[in-house]
């Protein structure tokens, strides 16, 4: 039975090809010509561009007597391109655990999470060589949850840049997400590494800037004298 054209017609071509890709599933280029009014070359054009994004996928499928059809399908990165309500639902959740269990539930919640955040870290940057590497790593780790991570040399240390919150009402409606956050950096790049905060989101900042930079060690302004005598002065 042919498909109804999808009510899209105001969309970009490539989101018509998503959009019916996800409401009706795999379907071939002549099938997405019907449900998105574009046809012909131009369909297999759009569909070439979606699968250099990875947002699509052609598999042969037999059908009857003949070749087999080439299908298409979205792969698990096109779900980035939908409605998402993950970061309302965590603000939900956070304020429900807030309000029927207390704030101590709450502050549970948090410490489990961070425990676990810090055994993934430490795995992903155990052998890393220097600090450079071990920044360079959580970098790569908070790109896939889906920070934009990026980091620079910086005098002495290093910038830790997100550019992108992707949970911005959960961490508005609680700082401890992101005091949390913090503290596993600053437990998994060690002790001899200071991390603070020079721009925040929440704060109304463009991103999320961390400065890590090796501690200096203290200096004593005079070594102590064996015995607790203080040195003599000559002359």
Known sequence: MPSQPLENSARPAADKFLVALKMRGPQTVAELGCATGVCGEAARQQLVRLAAEGLVVATSQPRGVGRPAQV??????ADAKFPDGHAELAATLIRLVRTQLGDAALERLFEARAAESRTAYAATLAGAADLAEKVARLAEVRT????MAEWWPDGDGYLLLENHCPIPAAVTSCGA???AELDTFRAVLGPDVDVEWT?????GDRRCAYR?????PATNAARPVPGGRKPQRRG
């Open 177 to 179: 997400f992101c005091r």
């Open 72 to 77: 298409w399908a979205l792969t698990p990165a």
């Open 199 to 203: 721009e925040h989101i929440v704060q």
């Open 144 to 147: 896939r949850e889906g920070h």
């Open 212 to 216: 890590i930079t090796p501690r200096q």
